[in-house]
């Protein structure tokens, strides 16, 4: 866990966070600031910056993380589509430094999207 990291305090309950998944190695929960209908933030426990950082050895911790996001959407009702998505950097429009994945869906969605 990093002390200054809010996904991090999200996850230790620190802060409060609207949770609708959360197992032994992922955590999701619903963003502040929405894109969609449904926007949906997936983390995992373990602190990992972005996608630039993962390693090898993080193979289960992404598996865990879309068998989640697969439940999820299948529990919101999401199949008929939805993205998911992560940014990697600033330039990307990652604002917080916590590997994060963003479900979003509930309407149609256009391409490309930035």
């Known amino acids: ?15 409060p966070g609207t949770i609708v998944y959360q197992d032994e190695s992922t955590v999701a929960f619903q963003d502040v600031h929405p894109a969609a209908p449904q926007h949906i933030l ?6 990992v910056a972005s996608m630039a950082d993962i390693t090898p ?17 299948h529990d919101l009702k999401l199949e008929e589509g939805y993205r998911f998505v992560t ?28």
């Open 1 to 15: 866990m990093q002390q200054d990291c809010i996904f991090c305090k999200i996850i230790a309950g620190e802060i």
């Open 87 to 114: 940014n990697v950097g600033p330039r990307a429009g990652q604002s917080v430094l916590h590997l994060h994945f963003h479900l979003l869906g509930g309407r149609d969605l256009t391409w490309p999207p930035g």
């Open 57 to 73: 050895e993080d193979g289960p911790l992404l598996n865990g993380i879309f068998q989640a996001a697969k439940k999820v959407a």
């Open 42 to 47: 997936f983390v995992p426990r373990k602190h």
